[in-house]
């Protein structure tokens, strides 16, 4: 069932809220032999042990702290682009969640005119504005014929360059397996994004800027409508515009949320399995219990500790699957060949 229009009023603050340590086989830092040459724009994700969630108390979701054991992957050196995206719906056809017709009778009760394919956009007040962050109401507007194609709306063009946006689950899942990948678990995300680092803040390290240098694409100034820009971005940034983390992968943090294979339940990590854990087998958010969602990870750039805190290392965001804004893409993995 669609569901973009409905989940407007009570799920946007998901897309807002929404530790590392490797085996001794595997080096402890940052060096050039934990990298791999990328093949077809995939790195080469070495297995590994390490240490998975947070202990930061405000991610309650992210705890316990677990050992898990991963075996090699193929991951996405950076978030699917438009152009890759592009290529899918040329070869196939594909209509997103959020360019789909609108079954009136999935809303009973609603207006005709009401039902009409789009998308969640985040869009501010002026600066002058006064904002309550306990509306997200107040910056989410829901833009008719808003979706991949055209992500602020039917006037707007996607950048080649730019992380697809607009992306539900479900769009997520089409494009991995028409491109004969899939979406990482979430242990593969994590693991991935540390590069074996433990137990910092961030993911590249215990400083927002190290020697003054911003690491990722998120909000600077007073959220949500004083964006100062300082890391040189208002909105999706081009993929690479930030250097990559140790496992040569680009954008782990901020720009926009991405998908992750499991399903979302507050309490998993307290029966996770150790090795290559695929998370639960159904979806419980005891704050909405009859939604299907699924994890998203890294932030976007709409996190800052003023507000949306969860681009920090090991915390987990969580998404009804046919829900999508323009801060929500993904990225893809692969198996290794036996």
Not at 174 to 193: D, N
Not at 244 to 257: C, S, T
Request: glycine share 8%; with cysteine; hydrophobic share 30%.
């Amino acid at each position: 069932m669609r569901s973009n229009l409905i989940f407007l009023t009570f799920a946007l603050g998901l897309f807002i809220f929404s530790c590392g340590r490797l085996s001794k086989e595997e080096p402890n830092d940052s060096s050039e032999t934990r990298k791999a040459v990328a093949k077809d724009g995939m790195v080469l994700v070495k297995a590994g042990t390490f240490t998975m969630g947070s202990e930061d108390p405000s991610f309650a979701d992210a705890q316990p702290l677990h050992q898990v054991t991963l075996s090699s992957f193929w991951m996405d050196e950076h978030e699917v682009t438009n152009e890759q995206f592009a290529k899918f719906v040329a070869a196939t056809g594909y209509k997103t969640v959020a360019e789909r017709e609108i079954d009136p009778k999935d809303f009973p009760g609603i207006p005709l005119e009401s039902l009409v394919p789009g998308s969640a956009v985040f869009s501010p007040p002026s600066p002058s504005t006064q904002v309550s962050l306990d509306d997200p109401l107040q910056w989410w507007k829901y833009v008719n014929g808003a979706s991949w194609k055209h992500p602020f709306g039917t006037d707007s063009e996607a950048a080649a360059k730019k992380p697809v946006v607009h992306i539900s689950y479900t769009d997520a899942e089409a494009y991995a397996k028409w491109a004969g990948k899939r979406l990482p678990t979430e242990a593969e995300w994590e693991y991935a994004a540390r590069a074996g680092k433990e137990q910092q803040t961030y993911y590249w390290g215990t400083e927002l800027k190290p020697s003054g240098k911003w690491k990722a694409n998120i909000f600077q100034g007073r959220f949500p409508n004083g964006d100062t820009k300082e890391d040189g971005h208002q909105g999706v940034a081009d993929v690479k515009s930030y250097p990559a983390n140790a496992f040569g992968l680009y954008d782990m943090d901020g720009n926009v949320w991405e998908w992750c294979a499991d399903y979302y339940r507050p309490d998993y990590y307290r029966s996770s399995a150790s090795k290559n854990p695929t998370g639960p087998k159904d979806s419980y958010d005891p704050q909405e219990p009859g939604l299907v969602k699924r994890v998203q990870r890294g932030g976007s750039f709409l996190c800052s500790d003023e507000y949306c805190n969860r681009y920090k290392a090991g915390s987990r965001g969580k998404g009804e699957i046919n829900s999508a804004s323009n801060n929500l893409g993904f990225r893809c993995v692969k198996d290794v060949a036996n």
